[in-house]
């Protein structure tokens, strides 16, 4: 659509269970006759070609995501209330005439700020209902569509009070219903590798062409400004990312509903797109998804929170099944409830979501850190969402080892307060001396009346040294640093702490310009990384020699400028106090 199109428009505007239940509709509550339009909105990464958008549906739109036989759209024409209702795709590139949509590229979805793509939103329903006044307006949307449509409503609902849909102060239209499929109503982490994959998605795409505003705006204003992470979705405020006021989206939609919209919140607790810490790329943050229920309304508006879980909880099913984040469009029970909604029928499809029980970390070893230790302490915080919630029943913390969860503390009772502790003994997994063990620690909260929230404040990932007989590590203890001369002209240092753990920085002896694996020098040394001492022996001929493990950083080279990448074993010999052999390495003691 042209830009000037789009820009008069603006000006002008200003501001049986799974069976088909078109044979139900004498007992719908739906009592209008006024004609009705259905708009769907497409979700990230999606697209509409040329002959979808002008040569199908008379002009209106084919988006296969929703129009696919036995799919949302077909499903909902089939019924009596909607058999005669205009579907209509809304598109990201604008509208031509009687609304009707232009074709967009994968990379539109990524390059339009919130803001826009609500306006178009709002534009495009607009010239629609200019030519077909008097419409029962309804939304049906997935994913970032999830939200534009929720902006759409929140912008209309919190500036003029009513569902009516007017142009120039004439009512031409009525929001009637919306259902909000697998959407991130409090935005997206940038966390850990997250955003990363966002990027990776967004190339796909277009390198050349797609850019990331949309997901800036996800990551920023709109996750961000969420009070409690454990009700994201809840207490985030679509409307001020907007540049509105910072009404949350609970407030905006029981605004809506107590003013006749049916709204429809439904997710897969599957959906692996808001649980990355499945694939170790930051945490979870699915409560995003979903805001409280209310049920149905006295003036017949509704909102209702509904959830299912579909598919594997595990990595490769991000590629495998599109991490399960398009289950939500093809399944019956999802396509009932929006009939339920929308109709005002008794809603008997999903699982009404409930607020589960919160807690967050007290005690915990950071994300990616080394432990020597064998005892493990672990506390955290539990408690009820709301004054009125039910109290807490049970605290398990949980750890993975070689990629099984065990329950190493269950606990009925706080240690004092809110705070439950456990200290487990790592050594009884028997681990061997000196390996660099991968684990994963985690909590989860059950209250009273069985609900159960699992890893409510994320899981952490991080490794354990075991160590064995260290008897005469002291002697090792202190900073220890080549002079310049000598194996390495430049001087490498190494300071030994009482635990075993060392930092080993410096150069390397070989320049980046001649091997730019890591680690290779530039203008400064390129040697930094991280080393565990997990044994000594006291009996060696050349003297006592301590055993590590290089365990992050950059990895080392040994005098011959072999690589030793994280992982290695490491080697350390007293010839005399005062001298220390690493790996063909001669580093003359500096302090104690």
Not at 14 to 19: T, V
Not at 327 to 335: A, I, P, Q, S, Y
Not at 400 to 419: A, F, H, R, Y
Not at 562 to 581: A, E, M
């Amino acid at each position: 659509m042209p830009l000037a199109f789009i820009a008069l428009a603006l000006i002008m505007v200003l501001a049986a269970c799974s069976g088909n239940p078109a044979t139900s509709s004498s007992s719908s509550t739906v009592t209008s006759t006024s004609p009705k339009l259905v708009v769907y909105v497409l979700g990230l990464g999606e697209s509409l070609s040329t002959s979808d958008a002008s040569q199908k549906n008379n002009g209106y739109g084919y988006a296969s995501s929703f129009y696919s036989p036995g799919d949302i759209q077909p499903y909902l024409q089939g019924t009596n209330e909607f058999k005669d209702a205009q579907s209509l795709v809304f598109s990201y590139r604008g509208f031509t005439a009687d609304g009707k949509p232009s074709h967009f590229f994968c990379w539109d979805t990524f390059n339009n700020q919130l803001a826009y793509d609500v306006s178009l939103l709002n534009l495009q329903i607009t010239q629609y209902l200019k030519g077909h006044p008097n419409t029962d307006v309804y939304i049906v949307a997935h994913s970032l569509g999830g939200v534009i449509a929720f902006g759409y409503m929140a912008q209309l609902i919190e500036a003029t009070h009513s569902n009516a849909i007017s142009d120039l102060g004439t009512r031409i239209g009525t929001l009637k219903g919306i259902a909000i499929l697998d959407s991130p109503l409090g935005g997206v982490t940038n966390k850990g590798w997250y955003n990363l994959a966002t990027v990776v998605k967004m190339l796909t795409c277009d390198p050349q062409l797609a850019t990331n505003k949309i997901i800036r705006d996800f990551q920023g204003g709109l996750f961000q400004n969420a009070s409690s992470p454990a009700l994201q979705g809840e207490t985030a405020s679509i409307l001020n990312s907007l540049g509105g006021s910072n009404t949350t989206n609970q407030k905006v939609a029981s605004d809506a509903a107590n003013l006749g919209v049916s709204i429809l919140i439904t997710s897969n607790e599957n959906d692996l797109l808001w649980r990355p810490e499945v694939c170790g790329i930051g945490p979870d943050f699915l409560s995003t998804e979903y805001l409280k229920e209310l049920g149905r309304q006295s003036n017949g508006g509704a909102l209702y929170s509904r959830s299912f879980a579909n598919g594997l909880i595990e990595c490769p099913q991000v590629v495998i099944s599109k991490a399960h984040h398009f289950d939500v469009l093809h399944r019956t029970d999802v396509e009932k409830a929006i009939w339920e909604t929308f109709t005002g029928n008794p809603m008997d499809q999903l699982s009404p979501v409930t607020d589960l029980p919160g807690g967050e970390w007290i005690s915990v070893p950071a994300s990616d850190t080394v432990v020597t230790q064998s005892t493990l302490h672990l506390a955290a915080k539990a408690y009820p969402t709301h004054k009125n919630d039910p109290s807490i029943q049970t605290v398990k913390f949980t750890l993975e080892v070689n990629g099984t969860w065990t329950v190493i503390c269950s606990l009925d009772k706080p240690s004092s307060g809110n705070v439950y502790t456990c200290d487990v003994d790592l050594s009884k997994f028997q681990f061997s001396v000196g390996q660099m063990q991968k684990l994963k620690v985690s909590f989860d909260v059950i209250d009273k009346k069985a609900n159960v929230n699992l890893a409510p404040n994320g899981i952490h990932t991080f490794f354990y040294v075991k160590q064995g007989d260290m008897t005469g590590f002291s002697q090792f203890v202190g900073t220890w640093s080549s002079s310049p001369g000598g194996d390495i002209v430049p001087s490498r240092t190494m300071v030994i702490q009482s635990n075993g753990k060392a930092t080993y920085t410096g150069y390397v002896g070989v320049s980046c310009s001649t091997d730019s694996r890591s680690p290779c020098d530039s203008t400064i040394g390129g040697l930094n990384t991280i080393i565990v001492f997990y044994r000594v022996d006291g009996t060696t001929a050349d003297g006592p020699t301590v055993y590590g493990v290089i365990v992050s950083g950059t990895g080392d080279r040994d005098s011959p400028r072999n690589i030793l990448p994280i992982g290695s074993n490491i080697t350390g010999t007293l010839i005399d106090p005062s001298d220390l052999f690493i790996d063909g390495i001669d580093l003359p003691r500096v302090s104690v």
